[in-house]
Nanobody, 120 residues
Framework: QVQLVESGGGLVQPGGSLRLSCAAS????????MGWYRQAPGKQRELVAA???????NYADSVKGRFTISRDNTKNTVSLQMASLKPEDTAVYYC??????????????WGQGTLVTVSS
């Protein structure tokens, strides 16, 4: 009922920058929270950054000051600007949305994931 499509992953050198984007579509009445999670090999999925419908943002301590989340509620999109990337940022990044559908259902939607590799 809600689909998320990500773009922007790839290979980048340490210290470089990358921007991830995500667009939501489907039977959307309202998106409450949009954000990004990541999962590195052998590790659990973790929250990177999230933006609530009221405009507040949360960041993982490991990315504060380096990553910036931005959201366009009119287009149902969210982006993650990543700077000063480190090898430990290497992971599959997943877009996430908590939404209310046009039929009144509340659901969590996930994108397919986009790989970010930070390596020289």
């Amino acid at each position: 009922q809600v689909q998320l499509v990500e773009s922007g992953g790839g290979l980048v050198q340490p210290g470089g920058s990358l921007r991830l984007s995500c667009a939501a579509s489907g039977s959307i009445f309202r998106i409450n929270t949009m954000g990004w999670y990541r999962q590195a090999p052998g590790k659990q999925r973790e929250l990177v950054a999230a933006d609530t419908s009221r405009g507040s943002t949360n960041y993982a301590d490991s990315v504060k000051g380096r990553f910036t989340i931005s959201r366009d509620n009119t287009k149902n999109t969210v982006s993650l600007q990543m700077a000063s990337l480190k090898p430990e940022d290497t992971a599959v990044y997943y877009c996430y949305a908590r939404a209310t559908t046009t039929t009144g259902n509340a659901l969590d939607a996930w994108g397919q994931g986009t790989l970010v590799t930070v390596s020289s």
